[in-house]
């Protein structure tokens, strides 16, 4: 199958999933969106209420924010793909369950390895939880590390802005940075021996010392 035919057969299945308890409120799955073949993907954590009822990703509060992010880092929201960790609304928005994130991980599989990208960015602790095991996302947000033959960048959850006025700076400081993550791990990808690990990007002894 190709990789579109792969992401349009999870998307068919997501939308009847009951492998939850989610699917009792549950008016739109949203499977996610974007170009099958896109180099970056952005992985966040649930949809909400508007997601919900369009059947699309982050396209609330939270997404209209996070298209002003993608506008900072030069960023095209057609060029990317966006998802989340969780394809069905935990209800009142609330945090996803252990269960809920086992249940939807394997969509999520099927997704990342149909499109393949370059470079994951995550948004939000449960989605940087899935490639980050143990890592706090106050220490790592806005920073890079290699994961297999591609490199997740962790950055809070557009919407914690929203919550906590106090964290916007530093998310707007993440988002404008970005280009030269993306700039560094294009570099090392593209130097790489092809079925070899891609080799770190150089980082600071501060970054380094938080992993």
């Not at 916007?168 to 700039?183: R, V």
């Amino acid at each position: 199958m190709s990789a579109e035919e792969v992401l349009a057969q999870v998307a068919k299945e997501v939308s009847v999933c009951k492998k939850c308890a989610l699917y009792h409120s549950r008016k739109n799955a949203v499977p996610g969106e974007g170009p099958a073949d896109s180099e970056i993907m952005f992985i966040g954590e649930g949809p909400g209420f508007n997601e919900n009822e369009q059947g699309r990703p982050f396209v609330g509060a939270a997404g209209t924010f996070l298209n002003e992010l993608l506008a900072e880092a030069g960023l095209k929201r057609a060029d990317v793909w966006i998802g989340n960790v969780v394809k069905c609304r935990p209800p009142a928005n609330r945090d996803p369950m252990p269960e809920e994130l086992a249940a939807c991980n394997e969509y999520l599989e099927r997704q990342i390895a149909a499109i393949n990208p370059k470079i994951i960015i995550t948004l939000g602790r449960y989605s940087m939880g899935k490639f980050m095991p143990g890592a706090k996302i106050s220490s790592v947000h806005g920073q890079m590390r290699r994961v297999g033959d591609r490199f997740v960048i962790a950055m809070f959850h557009p919407a914690a802005a929203l919550h906590q006025a106090a964290l916007k700076p530093a998310i707007l400081k993440d988002f404008g940075e970005l280009p030269k993550l993306l700039e560094q791990a294009r570099s090392a990808l593209k130097h790489s021996i092809p079925g070899q690990t891609a080799e770190e990007p150089k980082q600071d002894p501060k970054q380094l010392s938080l992993f």
